[in-house]
T-cell receptor, first 114, second 111 residues
């Protein structure tokens, strides 16, 4: 069974803290994504990676960075968390081919910044 | 640019049909998708349609694509309480790995 695993389902952090959100996929997918989901705003793409060490900014990259040192792992980093980064964060992966292009999502990490 | 629009809420009675609508702007869309998100979970692909198709049926689900009006719909027959979820429409343009998602429609099924 294909799987995208996000290491933390719930996190509570303080303003200014550095936050790491980890995502691992076991499907040997080339593409990995980080989205944030807010009520009424849907999914907004933060960063996308199409290969190891490769990354592209999405629609809302400000305040975030990413790391992809291994194919299966894609990390989202909040260098200095702020209250407006309180949100649900979703990781996803997909094959590198131009076929169906289905995204496989993790269960999400709900981050609260106090 | 790409934009995908869908209404935010839909309420139906158990046993009725649900129709969730979506409009998109990019005429070069290759694939159009419907994802389902159950409470507390990530999104899962429900169904998809290739842009050269008009209709796709899969058990209780029917997807209709009107390319002229750039309109996509998802019909769920005999809607059950387990269908209560957020449904996201998404499009993907040929040559891009990145889909564009709508804001999601919350489907509420009441007895």
């Amino acid at each position: 069974d294909v799987k995208v695993t996000q290491s933390s389902r719930y996190l509570v952090k303080r303003t200014g803290e550095k936050v790491f959100l980890e995502c691992v996929q076991d499907m040997d997918h080339e593409n990995m994504f980080w989205y944030r989901q807010d009520p009424g705003l849907g999914l907004r793409l933060i960063y996308f990676s199409y290969d190891v060490k490769m990354k592209e900014k999405g629609d809302i990259p400000e305040g975030y960075s990413v790391s992809r040192e291994k194919k299966e792992r894609f990390s989202l980093i909040l260098e200095s968390a702020s209250t407006n980064q309180t949100s649900m964060y979703l990781c996803a992966s997909s094959l590198g081919s131009m076929a169906k292009g289905e995204l496989f999502f993790g269960e999400g990490s709900r981050l609260t910044v106090l | 640019g790409e934009d995908v629009e869908q209404s935010l809420f839909l309420s139906v009675r158990e046993g009725d049909s649900s129709v969730i609508n979506c409009t998109y702007t990019d005429s070069s869309s290759t694939y159009l998708y419907w994802y389902k998100q159950e409470p507390g979970a990530g999104l899962q692909l429900l169904t998809y349609i290739f842009s050269n198709m008009d209709m796709k049926q899969d058990q209780r689900l029917t997807v209709l694509l009107n390319k002229k009006d750039k309109h996509l719909s998802l019909r769920i027959a005999d809607t059950q309480t387990g269908d209560s979820a957020i449904y996201f429409c998404a499009e993907r343009v040929g040559g891009s790995y990145i889909p564009t998602f709508g804001r999601g429609t919350s489907l509420i099924v009441h007895p």
